[in-house]
Protein backbone atom coordinates (compact mmCIF):
# COMPACT_ATOMS: atom_id res chain seq x y z
CA UNK A 1 0.00 0.00 0.00
CA UNK A 2 1.17 3.84 -1.07
CA UNK A 3 2.40 5.60 2.01
CA UNK A 4 0.57 9.38 1.97
CA UNK A 5 2.57 12.14 0.67
CA UNK A 6 3.35 15.20 2.43
CA UNK A 7 0.11 16.47 4.25
CA UNK A 8 -2.19 13.48 3.43
CA UNK A 9 -2.85 10.58 5.71
CA UNK A 10 -5.41 7.50 5.43
CA UNK A 11 -8.99 8.03 5.81
CA UNK A 12 -11.35 5.75 6.76
CA UNK A 13 -14.01 7.41 4.81
CA UNK A 14 -15.69 11.12 5.32
CA UNK A 15 -18.96 9.70 6.89
CA UNK A 16 -17.26 7.10 9.08
CA UNK A 17 -14.55 10.34 10.65
CA UNK A 18 -17.42 12.45 10.93
CA UNK A 19 -19.68 9.53 12.84
CA UNK A 20 -16.83 8.60 15.27
CA UNK A 21 -15.87 12.96 15.44
CA UNK A 22 -19.32 13.41 17.13
CA UNK A 23 -19.20 10.28 19.34
CA UNK A 24 -15.84 11.42 20.44
CA UNK A 25 -17.10 15.22 21.30
CA UNK A 26 -19.61 13.61 23.13
CA UNK A 27 -17.96 11.71 24.96
CA UNK A 28 -15.26 13.17 25.68
CA UNK A 29 -16.25 15.69 28.21
CA UNK A 30 -16.83 12.77 30.97
CA UNK A 31 -13.16 12.49 30.91
CA UNK A 32 -10.74 14.68 33.45
CA UNK A 33 -7.42 13.43 32.12
CA UNK A 34 -6.78 11.56 35.49
CA UNK A 35 -5.49 7.43 35.20
CA UNK A 36 -8.46 5.48 35.70
CA UNK A 37 -8.41 2.43 38.17
CA UNK A 38 -11.08 -0.18 37.36
CA UNK A 39 -10.76 -1.98 40.47
CA UNK A 40 -9.02 0.31 43.15
CA UNK A 41 -6.14 -1.50 45.35
CA UNK A 42 -5.36 -4.64 42.89
CA UNK A 43 -1.59 -4.79 42.58
CA UNK A 44 -1.33 -5.37 38.43
CA UNK A 45 2.30 -6.44 38.43
CA UNK A 46 4.83 -9.21 38.81
CA UNK A 47 5.71 -12.43 37.58
CA UNK A 48 3.37 -13.50 34.95
CA UNK A 49 1.94 -10.18 35.30
CA UNK A 50 -1.02 -10.78 32.08
CA UNK A 51 -2.20 -14.29 33.99
CA UNK A 52 -2.21 -12.51 37.23
CA UNK A 53 -4.36 -9.51 35.84
CA UNK A 54 -7.11 -12.46 34.46
CA UNK A 55 -7.45 -13.74 37.75
CA UNK A 56 -7.60 -10.76 40.22
CA UNK A 57 -9.23 -8.55 37.81
CA UNK A 58 -11.60 -12.13 37.93
CA UNK A 59 -12.00 -11.96 41.35
CA UNK A 60 -12.84 -8.69 41.75
CA UNK A 61 -15.18 -8.62 39.07
CA UNK A 62 -17.42 -10.85 40.82
CA UNK A 63 -16.09 -14.28 39.12
CA UNK A 64 -17.42 -13.09 35.44
CA UNK A 65 -14.81 -12.09 32.92
CA UNK A 66 -13.90 -12.47 29.41
CA UNK A 67 -10.18 -12.66 28.80
CA UNK A 68 -8.39 -11.48 25.71
CA UNK A 69 -5.10 -13.42 25.48
CA UNK A 70 -3.01 -14.51 22.76
CA UNK A 71 -2.36 -18.18 22.02
CA UNK A 72 0.65 -19.39 24.16
CA UNK A 73 0.45 -16.63 26.83
CA UNK A 74 -1.71 -19.51 29.25
CA UNK A 75 -5.13 -19.31 29.01
CA UNK A 76 -5.29 -22.58 30.08
CA UNK A 77 -3.36 -21.95 33.42
CA UNK A 78 -5.31 -18.94 34.02
CA UNK A 79 -8.67 -20.89 33.84
CA UNK A 80 -7.56 -23.83 35.93
CA UNK A 81 -6.21 -20.73 38.76
CA UNK A 82 -9.55 -18.86 38.23
CA UNK A 83 -11.36 -22.90 39.68
CA UNK A 84 -8.96 -23.61 42.44
CA UNK A 85 -8.76 -20.17 43.75
CA UNK A 86 -12.53 -20.19 43.54
CA UNK A 87 -12.88 -23.29 45.29
CA UNK A 88 -10.52 -22.40 48.19
CA UNK A 89 -12.25 -20.04 48.96
CA UNK A 90 -15.49 -21.94 48.81
CA UNK A 91 -17.25 -20.23 46.20
CA UNK A 92 -16.79 -23.05 43.40
CA UNK A 93 -18.11 -26.64 44.12
CA UNK A 94 -17.24 -27.98 40.68
CA UNK A 95 -15.97 -26.59 37.10
CA UNK A 96 -17.01 -27.07 33.62
CA UNK A 97 -14.62 -26.51 31.13
CA UNK A 98 -16.08 -26.10 27.05
CA UNK A 99 -12.34 -26.45 24.62
CA UNK A 100 -11.50 -27.12 21.48
CA UNK A 101 -10.72 -30.90 20.41
CA UNK A 102 -7.20 -29.51 19.93
CA UNK A 103 -6.40 -28.63 23.27
CA UNK A 104 -8.47 -31.01 25.40
CA UNK A 105 -5.86 -33.36 26.51
CA UNK A 106 -3.65 -30.40 27.02
CA UNK A 107 -6.01 -29.64 30.36
CA UNK A 108 -5.27 -32.70 31.90
CA UNK A 109 -1.36 -32.42 31.54
CA UNK A 110 -1.80 -28.74 33.20
CA UNK A 111 -3.56 -29.77 35.91
CA UNK A 112 -1.02 -32.47 36.45
CA UNK A 113 1.70 -30.40 36.78
CA UNK A 114 0.34 -27.16 38.41
CA UNK A 115 -2.14 -28.62 41.25
CA UNK A 116 -1.05 -30.26 44.54
CA UNK A 117 -1.16 -34.03 44.02
CA UNK A 118 -4.36 -34.98 45.30
CA UNK A 119 -6.18 -32.05 45.96
CA UNK A 120 -8.24 -32.19 42.51
CA UNK A 121 -9.92 -35.09 40.46
CA UNK A 122 -10.83 -34.43 37.25
CA UNK A 123 -12.44 -36.17 33.93
CA UNK A 124 -10.83 -35.42 30.65
CA UNK A 125 -13.57 -35.92 27.28
CA UNK A 126 -11.41 -38.65 25.84
CA UNK A 127 -12.00 -40.76 29.64
CA UNK A 128 -15.54 -39.95 28.51
CA UNK A 129 -16.91 -41.91 25.57
CA UNK A 130 -20.76 -41.58 26.23
CA UNK A 131 -23.52 -39.48 27.27
CA UNK A 132 -23.93 -41.79 30.39
CA UNK A 133 -20.15 -41.12 31.07
CA UNK A 134 -20.18 -36.68 30.73
CA UNK A 135 -23.44 -36.53 32.76
CA UNK A 136 -22.18 -38.94 35.40
CA UNK A 137 -18.75 -37.11 35.33
CA UNK A 138 -21.21 -33.81 35.82
CA UNK A 139 -23.31 -35.21 38.29
CA UNK A 140 -19.93 -36.34 40.58
CA UNK A 141 -18.91 -33.08 43.16
CA UNK A 142 -15.69 -35.38 44.06
CA UNK A 143 -14.80 -34.73 40.05
CA UNK A 144 -13.87 -31.36 40.30
CA UNK A 145 -12.85 -30.47 37.05
CA UNK A 146 -14.83 -31.40 33.87
CA UNK A 147 -13.05 -31.15 30.83
CA UNK A 148 -15.17 -31.65 27.42
CA UNK A 149 -15.19 -30.38 23.36
CA UNK A 150 -17.42 -27.38 22.75
CA UNK A 151 -19.40 -30.20 20.90
CA UNK A 152 -19.18 -32.87 23.27
CA UNK A 153 -20.90 -30.63 26.41
CA UNK A 154 -23.59 -28.92 23.86
CA UNK A 155 -24.36 -32.32 23.08
CA UNK A 156 -24.39 -33.75 26.61
CA UNK A 157 -26.16 -30.45 27.52
CA UNK A 158 -29.01 -30.62 25.05
CA UNK A 159 -29.64 -34.11 25.27
CA UNK A 160 -30.25 -33.62 29.35
CA UNK A 161 -32.78 -30.77 28.21
CA UNK A 162 -34.30 -32.86 26.27
CA UNK A 163 -34.85 -35.77 28.13
CA UNK A 164 -36.46 -33.19 30.92
CA UNK A 165 -38.63 -31.54 28.97
CA UNK A 166 -39.36 -33.09 25.85
CA UNK A 167 -39.52 -36.22 25.92
CA UNK A 168 -36.53 -36.94 24.83
CA UNK A 169 -36.79 -35.34 21.27
CA UNK A 170 -33.30 -34.14 20.52
CA UNK A 171 -34.11 -31.82 17.51
CA UNK A 172 -37.35 -30.12 19.04
CA UNK A 173 -35.22 -29.27 21.91
CA UNK A 174 -32.48 -27.55 19.86
CA UNK A 175 -35.17 -25.66 17.45
CA UNK A 176 -36.61 -24.59 20.86
CA UNK A 177 -33.60 -23.31 22.40
CA UNK A 178 -32.91 -21.63 18.97
CA UNK A 179 -36.48 -20.08 19.17
CA UNK A 180 -36.40 -18.30 22.74
CA UNK A 181 -34.25 -15.96 24.66
CA UNK A 182 -30.99 -16.32 26.66
CA UNK A 183 -32.86 -16.88 30.29
CA UNK A 184 -35.72 -19.16 28.85
CA UNK A 185 -32.83 -21.30 27.62
CA UNK A 186 -30.83 -21.23 31.34
CA UNK A 187 -34.01 -21.83 33.13
CA UNK A 188 -34.64 -24.93 31.15
CA UNK A 189 -30.87 -26.18 31.96
CA UNK A 190 -31.67 -25.08 35.46
CA UNK A 191 -34.32 -27.42 35.95
CA UNK A 192 -32.43 -30.30 34.63
CA UNK A 193 -29.48 -29.97 36.26
CA UNK A 194 -31.64 -29.74 39.57
CA UNK A 195 -33.13 -32.75 38.30
CA UNK A 196 -29.99 -34.60 38.06
CA UNK A 197 -28.65 -33.09 41.69
CA UNK A 198 -26.06 -31.31 39.14
CA UNK A 199 -24.99 -27.93 41.49
CA UNK A 200 -23.98 -24.53 39.72
CA UNK A 201 -20.88 -24.90 37.78
CA UNK A 202 -17.60 -22.39 37.05
CA UNK A 203 -18.14 -22.55 33.71
CA UNK A 204 -14.82 -21.89 32.04
CA UNK A 205 -15.22 -21.31 27.15
CA UNK A 206 -12.18 -21.45 25.87
CA UNK A 207 -11.97 -19.75 22.13
CA UNK A 208 -15.30 -18.14 23.25
CA UNK A 209 -15.70 -16.04 20.19
CA UNK A 210 -16.93 -19.82 18.86
CA UNK A 211 -19.75 -18.84 21.06
CA UNK A 212 -20.76 -16.11 19.12
CA UNK A 213 -24.71 -15.89 17.54
CA UNK A 214 -23.19 -15.43 13.99
CA UNK A 215 -23.67 -18.19 11.67
CA UNK A 216 -26.40 -20.87 11.33
CA UNK A 217 -26.89 -24.66 11.39
CA UNK A 218 -24.14 -26.11 14.49
CA UNK A 219 -22.95 -22.56 15.08
CA UNK A 220 -26.21 -20.87 16.19
CA UNK A 221 -26.49 -24.23 18.38
CA UNK A 222 -23.06 -23.93 20.07
CA UNK A 223 -24.79 -19.90 20.91
CA UNK A 224 -27.34 -21.27 22.65
CA UNK A 225 -26.23 -23.75 24.58
CA UNK A 226 -23.13 -22.22 25.50
CA UNK A 227 -24.94 -19.06 26.53
CA UNK A 228 -27.11 -20.94 28.91
CA UNK A 229 -24.29 -22.90 29.97
CA UNK A 230 -22.49 -20.19 31.55
CA UNK A 231 -25.56 -17.97 32.74
CA UNK A 232 -25.70 -16.88 36.25
CA UNK A 233 -28.82 -19.08 37.08
CA UNK A 234 -26.41 -21.69 35.81
CA UNK A 235 -23.02 -20.92 37.12
CA UNK A 236 -21.60 -19.70 40.14
CA UNK A 237 -18.13 -18.12 38.34
CA UNK A 238 -18.13 -17.78 34.40
CA UNK A 239 -14.46 -17.12 32.44
CA UNK A 240 -14.16 -16.99 29.14
CA UNK A 241 -10.80 -17.18 27.00
CA UNK A 242 -9.89 -15.94 23.64
CA UNK A 243 -7.02 -15.75 21.25
CA UNK A 244 -9.26 -13.61 18.49
CA UNK A 245 -10.84 -10.62 18.51
CA UNK A 246 -14.51 -10.31 19.24
CA UNK A 247 -16.70 -9.11 16.25
Keep these: QKEPGLGERHTLGERAESDLGSVINRVGGGFDGKKVSLFPGLNMDGERIHQQRVLKTFGANGGRLLA ?17 GAHAKGEATHAVFAVPKAVEDQFGGEMLRYTKPGQYKWAIGSSMNSYEDRLAALKDDSTHMKVMTHEALRDTL ?31 LKQAMDHHGIKPWMFYGDEAHR ?32 ATPAK
Excluded at 166 to 185: A, F, H, W, Y
Excluded at 211 to 235: I, K, Y
Design 211 to 242: FTARGEGEAASLHSVMTAASHPLTTSHALFGT
Design 68 to 84: ALVTGSGKSLVSIGAYT
Design 158 to 188: VRMMADHHRGGDVETMKTDLGNTNVKTRAGW
